[in-house]
């Protein structure tokens, strides 16, 4: 890494008295040479600013040229005052405001060696720190000692971050939300942006999910094209990383089953989604698959973080949309139970609007999972043995019974909350009841009648 203080070993460049020791370790990434009096909106950060001061004409101009370069996060001023018969006062005093470090060009010293100079140390760094990362690379060093090496070399902090969204890997705690840089990135249709504070990079590679590199504060010359190195050495990490199974033969265990409509996506998107605890996939497909989950908690909540994580992703996938279902925790003996459940939770989801859509297993009834062991042959041929003549009825009359019928049932039989569920009056209610049970010729007071009626009215 290039720092004020490494340049100051170049021939010529000296620190002027003013500038605090404290203030030489900042990293420099590449030079930029100006006299305009507010070079504000050309500058990056970490650039050592060259300066013959042409600009300078009374005290009180050093002020907007000193806050431009501070605002924009500029490593150093390197000063000439040749034409103006030294370093003017108010520029030092401008400089210790802003805390930019002020280095002094001899008059003697022309512009284009010094500028030769500085071009040819940052290269000279930023060729030393590509090569010490592909050897780290090359040597199989982790996705986290590739950040721990890059950041040396950057001199700031690097994280790794999944789309689902999650944090990879990282040298300092996340400033903001990981899901944020998703949501950025997939506004910026895959490119290079920056969120909170971070510059965010995609990490090559042909995972359904992408991963992104956030360093923090903004990248330029040296730097970026280090960075753009990073992403690439990571996403060859992330290609040898290999899923270990986990051992789901004793002890409770969680079925989860997810769907990408329309793509193949789903062992991507759901590995993701459980990482990086352990997981054995179970089955997959072109679009589907099932893993199991050893353990008997899950934190509380999980459902709506795992429907918020896929909400963050979907943008980012070619899915049309994505759903997934989960069972309760089972005996691992039971675990072709639990795929069931998850399978079924899984169909629940695929009926519900939105482009990501989670059921967990207590929102599954058990009369659904009961009806969903039958065929949808027999399914069909007992709903209409019990309700044929109530179907009939609704068809030929364009009334609503069945309906009726069924919001009665989910309200335990109470007239009163059917109706108020309807809009309808009590004694309206009773009466289409009254007619129902006519036509049914059977007792809609009596439990077991009840129970027949309602699985027949839930079996398609």
């Avoid at 003697?108 to 030393?128: C, N, Y």
């Avoid at 000692?145 to 999944?162: H, I, K, P, Q």
């Avoid at 995609?202 to 923090?216: D, N």
């Avoid at 030929?396 to 069924?406: I, N, P, Y």
């Amino acid at each position: 890494m290039t720092t004020v203080r490494t340049l100051l070993g170049l021939p010529g460049l000296r620190r002027h008295p003013s500038t605090g020791e404290e203030l030489l370790d900042r990293p420099v990434t590449r030079l930029y040479v100006t006299e305009l009096p507010d070079p504000g909106r050309y500058l990056s950060a970490g650039e050592l600013v060259l300066s013959g001061l042409l600009w300078w004409r009374e005290p009180g101009d050093a002020e907007p040229f000193v806050a431009a370069l501070a605002e924009a996060g500029a490593a150093a001023l390197a000063a000439s005052g040749a034409d103006s018969g030294g370093i003017p006062d108010d520029l030092v005093a401008a400089c210790g405001r802003h805390r930019v470090p002020l280095l002094e060009v001899p008059p003697d010293l022309s512009f284009a060696v010094v500028t030769e100079r500085v071009v040819l140390a940052l290269a000279t760094a930023a060729d030393g720190a590509r090569k010490r990362l592909l050897t780290a690379a090359a040597e199989g060093t982790p996705v986290p000692g590739l950040l721990d090496r890059a950041a040396a070399e950057l001199g700031t902090a690097c994280w790794v971050l999944s789309a689902v969204p999650r944090v990879v890997a990282g040298t300092a705690p996340l400033p903001i939300d990981p899901a944020e840089p998703a949501r950025r990135f997939a506004t910026a249709h895959g490119r290079p942006t920056a969120a909170g504070g971070l510059s965010v990079l995609p990490v090559e590679g042909r995972h359904a999910v992408p991963w992104l590199l956030a360093v923090a504060g903004p990248l330029s010359g040296a730097h970026a094209e280090l960075a753009e190195e990073l992403a690439g050495l990571i996403g060859l990490a992330r290609a040898r990383t290999r899923h270990e199974p986990a051992a789901v033969t004793e002890g409770p265990v969680r079925a989860i089953a997810l769907r990408t409509e329309g793509s193949d996506e789903a062992a991507d998107v759901l590995s993701e989604l459980l990482a990086p605890g352990p997981f054995a996939f179970a089955r997959t497909d072109a679009s589907e698959a099932f893993a199991l989950v050893p353990g008997p908690v899950w934190p509380d909540g999980w459902a709506a973080a795992a429907a918020a994580a896929l909400s963050t992703v979907e943008p980012l996938l070619r899915a049309s949309r994505v759903v997934a279902g989960f069972a309760d925790a089972m005996p691992a003996a039971e675990a072709d139970g639990a795929l069931e459940v998850a399978r079924h939770a899984l169909t629940l989801a695929a009926a519900r609007p939105g482009p990501a859509v989670v059921v967990p297993a207590d929102e599954v009834g058990v009369h659904q999972l009961l009806l969903a062991g039958a065929s949808a042959e027999l399914r069909g041929a007992l709903r209409r043995r019990l309700l044929g003549p109530l179907l009939d009825y609704d068809a030929e009359q364009h009334s609503d019974l069945v309906r009726t019928v069924r919001v009665f049932l989910e309200c335990s039989g109470s007239p009163t909350r059917a109706a108020k569920a309807l809009h309808i009056h009590v004694n309206t209610l009773r009466y289409r009841i009254g007619r129902a049970a006519e036509l049914l010729g059977a007792d809609l007071g009596e439990f077991t009648t009840q129970v027949e009626v309602y699985l027949a009215l839930t079996a398609q």
